[in-house]
């Protein structure tokens, strides 16, 4: 048995707000005036059935639906880490159970949901989400003119669930004349919005170079383009190496990435300071200027060098 009421009782209040805001979107909430309980007993009035299929992708509705017919006993989750860790982030699950209030709602979602016309739907947005991710921080017009490609505008995705829980529109991006502009940020490129935008003023102002649909889907989901060869190379690498501390580094360099610390500065060193050893700073060396930077508004450094020579 799993209470949502019962298990946010552990939960820090900021963590709890911060989630709440992500999946109920409320308007003027302060955080001193609700309390946890009052936050979950929103959250758990926001979760219809519709909801659930909106604020969810079809690989996290195929876990619930998975956890469900297995009578809600514990399921291998470890294959999908990313699913687990978004249906964690959306209180639909703790401990590898849906929580009791949302049992009901959630198979009664799983019934409506048709997963073939929900993947079609989905990946568009998926595929923004991850163009934003790999930016970081992006100017809402290069997302519009993105979206209209896939028939979709800023208005549209403005209220969708899925798109707003990843992400956040924000009016105080740091501006190049040091003003506050608006952008859409990847909602755990937050703390970094400042560290970006004033990353990007050291280096030259270029149109960005956009990847291919696939490999926004796969940032979305992974962190990293793995449809690249030489980046999926790296990181199969640490998948599949025995060095428990390997796992580590993977992280290392996608939060270095994140944070905008990935410089080439940086990229010299790196290999050493993680003590990799030959075979891995190799395919490191491969890979890494094929990865998307946010401080070059989601270039790799190896279009930024092409575009800089032109």
Known sequence: MSSLLQEIKHYPKESVYNHFFRICFPDDVLY?????KQMIEEIIMQY?????V???????LKLLKQIIENNFKEVDV????????A??????????????????????????????????QEKPILCLIGLIRSCGAIDPMVIQIRAQKYGLDLKSLEINPLFNFWTYYTFDYLMPDDTDGEAIVYYDSIPYMDAIANMRLDYELVA?????????LSIFYNGYDDTDPD?????????KSKDVFDSFKMERILECIETCRM??????????????DPKTTELFKKAIYKMPMPYLTGMTLQDYRSKIKR
């Open 78 to 85: 470890h294959s999908m880490p990313f699913e687990k860790v």
């Open 263 to 276: 410089t080439e500065q940086l990229i010299v060193f790196f290999p050493k300071l993680e003590e990799f």
């Open 32 to 36: 001193e005036k609700i309390t946890r």
């Open 48 to 52: 219809t059935p519709q909801h659930i």
């Open 231 to 239: 980046v999926h190379a790296l990181f199969d690498h640490f998948k």
């Open 54 to 60: 909106d604020v969810c992708t079809v690989k996290e």
């Open 87 to 120: 249906l964690y982030r959306k209180y639909l699950l703790f401990e590898d159970e849906i929580p009791d209030e949302l049992k009901e709602n959630v198979v009664e979602a799983l019934k409506l949901v048709d997963f073939d016309q929900k993947e079609k």
């Open 208 to 216: 960005p170079v956009f990847l291919k649909p696939e490999s926004y």
